[in-house]
C-alpha cells in the first residue's frame, strides 16, 4: 500500500476519533465511569456486601475495565497523524499506564496492587475538573522548591533541637532528653499546639527559654511557613499558564466547540493543508520522467557580424540589430 493512502487513512481515523473524543457526551460519560469505579471501590469495602453481590462486582469491575480500555483506544486513534503527540501529553501517559496495568499477570493476581491501581483511576477525574488539574500540576511543579524549604527546615529544627537538649535535657527529659525527643517536640509545637505550655515550663528553668521559644517560633511557624506558601502561589500561577497553552485533547471537531478556538482550528487547517502539499510534492517527484536541461538558444547574428545586445526587461527582434559602437582609434 502506497504510503500516501496510509496517511490518508490515519488523517481520517484521526478525524473521526478525534469527534468522539472532544465531544462533550464523551467526556461526560468518562467521567460518570469514573465515579462508578470509584463508587465501587468503596462498597467492596464492606464485608457484607462483597460477599452477597461478589459476582455482580467482579462483572462491573470487568466492564469499567473495558470501557476504560475502549476509551484509551479512542484517544490513540485520534492522534494516528501524531503519535509523538499521545505521549507528550502526560495525562495520556499516566491513562495508558493505569490501563495497561490491569492487564499484567502480576497485577491481576495481587488484590492489593489491583485495588490500589482501581484508586489510581479516580485520579483521571483531574483530566475533566480544570481547576483540579491546575492544583495537581501545581504541586508537582512545586516539588523541587518544596525539598528545598524541607532541607531548610531539617537543619532549623536540628540546630534548635541541640540547643533545647543543652539547656532543657537535664531538667525535662521527657520532651528533650536526647535530640530525637528534642526534635519530635519541635516538631510537634511547629503548629503552635502546646506552645503555651511549653514556654511556662521553660520559664520555671530558665528565663533565657522565653528568647529560644519566641526565635523558634517566628522562624518556623511564620518564616518559613510563608516561604512555602510563596513557592506554591508560584507554582500556581505557572500551572494555570502552562494549562492555558495547552492545546485540546486530539482534532477539533465542528461544531460549537471550534467557535471557542478559532485560532487552533486554523492551525489545524494550515497544518493538514501543508501535509496534503508535502504528499502531492512528493507523489509528483517520484512519477514525473527525468526531463533534460534546459539549453539557452543562441542569440541571432547580425548580417554584417555584428552581436545584438537585448537589454534586460526588453524584446528585440533579431531582424532589427543593435549596433556596438566602434571601438576607439578603428
Request: charged share 20%; proline share 8%; glycine share 6%.
Amino acid at each position: 500500500m502506497p504510503e500516501e493512502q496510509v496517511n490518508a487513512r490515519r488523517r481520517a481515523l484521526a478525524r473521526r476519533c478525534g469527534a468522539v473524543v472532544g465531544a462533550r457526551w464523551f467526556a461526560v460519560a468518562v467521567f460518570t465511569l469514573i465515579l462508578v469505579n470509584a463508587a465501587l471501590l468503596g462498597v467492596e469495602t464492606y464485608s457484607g456486601l462483597a460477599a452477597a453481590w461478589h459476582h455482580w462486582l467482579r462483572l462491573a469491575e470487568h466492564v469499567c475495565l473495558a470501557a476504560f480500555t475502549v476509551e484509551i483506544l479512542l484517544r490513540l486513534g485520534a492522534h494516528a497523524d501524531r503519535p509523538r503527540d499521545f505521549l507528550r501529553d502526560p495525562w495520556n501517559v499516566f491513562d495508558l499506564a493505569v490501563v495497561l496495568c490491569a492487564f499484567l499477570p502480576v497485577v491481576r493476581e495481587n488484590t492489593t496492587v489491583l485495588r490500589l491501581l482501581r484508586l489510581a483511576r479516580v485520579l483521571r477525574t483531574a483530566r475533566f475538573l480544570p481547576q483540579l488539574r491546575i492544583v495537581l500540576l501545581a504541586v508537582v511543579r512545586s516539588l523541587p522548591g518544596t525539598l528545598s524549604f524541607l532541607l531548610v527546615g531539617a537543619l532549623l529544627l536540628y540546630m534548635y533541637a541541640m540547643v533545647g537538649w543543652v539547656f532543657f535535657g537535664r531538667h525535662d527529659p521527657e520532651h528533650y532528653g536526647s535530640i530525637g525527643r528534642a526534635a519530635l517536640t519541635l516538631f510537634l509545637l511547629m503548629t503552635l499546639d502546646g506552645i503555651g505550655d511549653a514556654v511556662h515550663a521553660g520559664l520555671d528553668i530558665s528565663r533565657w527559654s522565653l528568647l529560644y521559644y519566641a526565635s523558634y517560633v517566628l522562624l518556623a511557624s511564620f518564616v518559613l511557613v510563608n516561604v512555602l506558601i510563596g513557592v506554591v502561589i508560584t507554582s500556581l500561577d505557572e500551572a494555570r499558564e502552562l494549562d492555558r497553552r495547552q492545546p485540546p485533547d486530539g482534532p477539533l471537531p465542528p461544531g460549537p466547540r471550534t467557535a471557542e478556538h478559532p485560532l487552533l482550528l486554523r492551525v489545524e487547517t494550515v497544518r493538514r493543508a501543508l501535509d496534503d502539499l508535502e504528499h502531492d510534492l512528493a507523489r509528483s517527484a517520484a512519477t514525473a520522467p527525468p526531463t533534460a536541461a534546459a539549453v539557452p538558444a543562441p542569440r541571432p547574428a547580425a548580417p554584417d557580424g555584428t552581436r545584438t545586445v537585448r537589454p534586460y526587461g526588453t524584446t528585440v527582434s533579431p531582424a532589427v540589430p543593435v549596433r556596438q559602437p566602434p571601438a576607439p582609434g578603428t
